[in-house]
């Protein structure tokens, strides 16, 4: 065996010289690094020292162990760099797979969204409600929750508690302060007044022992006046029929020691302008009255617009909803009530005096306007 030591400024230099001398099948027993000597050495870079040796006998091996160690290293090496490689790319093709997946689910969840917001805007078009009303309510509603299949029952929860707010309270008859309390009982034609007033004053007097009296300005009709006769006589309340605005005042000093003295009037054909203003007339003779703009479930939406800015000359008045029996939808409370502002207070369901009244139930009519069944009297 022939063992050398070489000194170079670097380990390239160091292997030159160990093969120019040695041979390709040199091995390498040791490098290390040493300083030049004296004390510039310090100064300067260090040197290489490589020990070689080579053997005749071992030559091919040694030069396999040599050449194989190189290899394994640049394997070792080589394969370590691509191994990282692939890590990252693994890496990469995860983070892609996740945002695949989380972008599937993102959409799945708008879907789900638009989906169960386009089932609930339809069920409240089919309801009747006026789109602005509707578009109002469920931006209202996609701002309050995020919606999905599973929380659909809280989508439909957040609808109801917004027209349940929009509807308000019911106002009920017997809060009257003031005594007498004049009630006038106001509306298109046919729309159901007599009717209800009768039906009112019916529960009025025979259920809650009030003292009432009626008054009719309603002289149009022959039939009229015999209408609300045949109630008062039935019901042992007296009737007075003016024919002149202004004999409102007498009537009303007359019946000063009543409860409740209930005002009938001639159905006005809401487009006809004087009509409404000797309405108007009649209404000012009396201090704090009580309206109730009577509107029919049965009249088209448009109509009912034009309704209630014919008689917007009224600056308060309460709301009752009648013919629910003849009408399949119940959406016009919901839109008058948000076109008015004014208090719902009674809901009329049939022809039958005094049965057929009801103050507005909230949650009926909200449980209706989302779909589901109007409990008790029709739809
Ligand atoms: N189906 C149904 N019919 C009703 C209801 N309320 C009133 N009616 C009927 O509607 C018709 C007109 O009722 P009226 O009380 O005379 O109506 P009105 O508003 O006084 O009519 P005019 O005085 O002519 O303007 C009558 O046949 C009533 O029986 C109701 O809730 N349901
Ligand atoms: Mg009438």
């Given at each position: 065996m022939k063992v050398k030591r070489y000194i170079a400024t670097d380990v390239s230099e160091a292997m030159i010289k160990v093969k120019n001398e040695l041979g390709r099948d040199a091995v390498i027993l040791h490098t290390r690094k040493i300083k030049k000597p004296?004390?510039?050495g310090?100064?300067k870079k260090p040197l290489v020292e490589v020990i070689a040796a080579v053997d005749?006998?071992y030559s091919?091996?040694s030069n396999?162990v040599f050449k194989d160690n190189t290899l394994n290293s640049n394997?070792?090496?080589?394969?370590?760099?691509?191994?990282?490689?692939?890590?990252?790319?693994?890496?990469?093709?995860?983070?892609?797979?996740?945002?695949?997946?989380?972008?599937?689910?993102?959409?799945?969840?708008?879907?789900?969204?638009?989906?169960?917001?386009?089932?609930?805007?339809?069920?409240?078009?089919?309801?009747?409600?006026?789109?602005?009303?509707?578009?109002?309510?469920?931006?209202?509603?996609?701002?309050?929750?995020?919606?999905?299949?599973?929380?659909?029952?809280?989508?439909?929860?957040?609808?109801?508690?917004?027209?349940?707010?929009?509807?308000?309270?019911?106002?009920?008859?017997?809060?009257?302060?003031?005594?007498?309390?004049?009630?006038?009982?106001?509306?298109?034609?046919?729309?159901?007044?007599?009717?209800?007033?009768?039906?009112?004053?019916?529960?009025?007097?025979?259920?809650?022992?009030?003292?009432?009296?009626?008054?009719?300005?309603?002289?149009?009709?022959?039939?009229?006046?015999?209408?609300?006769?045949?109630?008062?006589?039935?019901?042992?309340?007296?009737?007075?029929?003016?024919?002149?605005?202004?004999?409102?005042?007498?009537?009303?000093?007359?019946?000063?020691?009543?409860?409740?003295?209930?005002?009938?009037?001639?159905?006005?054909?809401?487009?006809?302008?004087?009509?409404?203003?000797?309405?108007?007339?009649?209404?000012?003779?009396?201090?704090?009255?009580?309206?109730?703009?009577?509107?029919?479930?049965?009249?088209?939406?448009?109509?009912?617009?034009?309704?209630?800015?014919?008689?917007?000359?009224?600056?308060?008045?309460?709301?009752?909803?009648?013919?629910?029996?003849?009408?399949?939808?119940?959406?016009?409370?919901?839109?008058?009530?948000?076109?008015?502002?004014?208090?719902?207070?009674?809901?009329?369901?049939?022809?039958?005096?005094?049965?057929?009244?009801?103050?507005?139930?909230?949650?009926?009519?909200?449980?209706?306007?989302?779909?589901?069944?109007?409990?008790?009297?029709?739809?």
């Amino acid at each position: 065996m022939k063992v050398k030591r070489y000194i170079a400024t670097d380990v390239s230099e160091a292997m030159i010289k160990v093969k120019n001398e040695l041979g390709r099948d040199a091995v390498i027993l040791h490098t290390r690094k040493i300083k030049k000597p004296g004390i510039m050495g310090f100064l300067k870079k260090p040197l290489v020292e490589v020990i070689a040796a080579v053997d005749s006998s071992y030559s091919s091996n040694s030069n396999k162990v040599f050449k194989d160690n190189t290899l394994n290293s640049n394997i070792l090496f080589k394969n370590d760099s691509e191994n990282i490689q692939n890590i990252h790319s693994q890496i990469d093709s995860i983070k892609s797979m996740l945002n695949t997946v989380l972008n599937k689910i993102n959409n799945e969840d708008k879907s789900d969204t638009s989906n169960i917001l386009n089932k609930y805007e339809k069920i409240l078009l089919e309801n009747n409600i006026a789109k602005p009303i509707v578009d109002k309510i469920l931006t209202i509603v996609s701002r309050q929750i995020s919606i999905s299949d599973e929380n659909e029952q809280s989508l439909k929860n957040a609808i109801k508690v917004i027209v349940k707010d929009y509807l308000g309270k019911p106002y009920s008859i017997e809060n009257a302060a003031d005594k007498p309390k004049v009630i006038f009982f106001v509306g298109p034609t046919g729309v159901g007044k007599t009717t209800t007033l009768a039906k009112l004053g019916a529960k009025l007097s025979v259920m809650n022992n009030k003292s009432v009296a009626f008054i009719t300005s309603d002289t149009y009709r022959i039939a009229a006046v015999d209408q609300l006769k045949t109630y008062s006589e039935i019901l042992s309340v007296p009737l007075t029929v003016i024919y002149e605005p202004h004999e409102i005042r007498e009537a009303i000093t007359k019946y000063n020691d009543k409860d409740y003295i209930l005002v009938d009037t001639a159905g006005r054909n809401h487009k006809d302008k004087e009509l409404l203003t000797e309405l108007k007339s009649l209404i000012s003779y009396t201090n704090s009255p009580e309206i109730f703009l009577l509107i029919s479930l049965t009249t088209g939406y448009k109509d009912i617009i034009s309704i209630v800015n014919s008689y917007d000359f009224l600056r308060d008045y309460k709301l009752i909803f009648t013919k629910l029996d003849e009408a399949s939808l119940i959406g016009n409370i919901l839109n008058v009530k948000v076109l008015t502002s004014k208090p719902l207070s009674y809901i009329t369901t049939g022809q039958s005096v005094p049965d057929d009244i009801e103050i507005a139930n909230i949650d009926k009519i909200v449980n209706c306007i989302v779909g589901e069944e109007y409990e008790g009297s029709s739809l």
